[in-house]
């Protein structure tokens, strides 16, 4: 099993296993996202009102008690103590905070939206395009009178704002970047 990093605390450090187990739940992720908003130690009551919130795709204010309290129950009895076992929170007396632990976590959150390809995939087929234009011109296949640095920069150009819009696209869809939490394939 690989490890990621030590603790701070001097425990063993976090799976790659544990990792994916924590993220597999969207409620944690849920969670992990509004405690990284927060930008600092979270209550308890807070978060299972914003988790609720975007569980029933509603309005913080517009959550009922009883969603409020199934969000609550779920998150103290299985959700938080499971990310503390992780090294990723501490949560004392209804106040959650993130440890340097949950940094390790946004590696694995490269979240692919369902209308689009993985960017490994992306990056295969750019590949593809940019060796098949190289061949052509190569071989002569476009006129001779366009040099062939510019076909070499065009190519340069294409990975360029490719790794550009990727480096956007992973900002935008990172836990605690953005007002809603970002959708997983589930």
Known sequence: MAQ????????RPVSRDEVHGLLSSHRRRYALHAIKQADGPTELSN??????AWENEKAVRDVTSTERHRVYTSMQQTHL???????????DN??????EQATVLDVYLDVVPGNSIPWAEYYLGLSAVAISLVAAVWVGVFPS??????WAAIISLLFMGSAAYHVYQ?????????????????
Request: aromatic content about 2%.
């Open 81 to 91: 103590p499971a990310l503390e076992r992780a090294g990723v929170i501490t949560h």
């Open 4 to 11: 990621l990093e030590q603790r701070d605390s001097g425990e």
């Open 94 to 99: 209804g106040t959650i905070t993130l440890t």
């Open 170 to 186: 992973n900002r935008r869809m990172r836990l605690g970047e953005t007002d809603k939490p970002p959708e997983l394939m589930e």
């Open 145 to 150: 009178w366009i040099p062939q640095l510019v």
């Open 47 to 52: 978060l299972a009102e914003q988790v609720a």
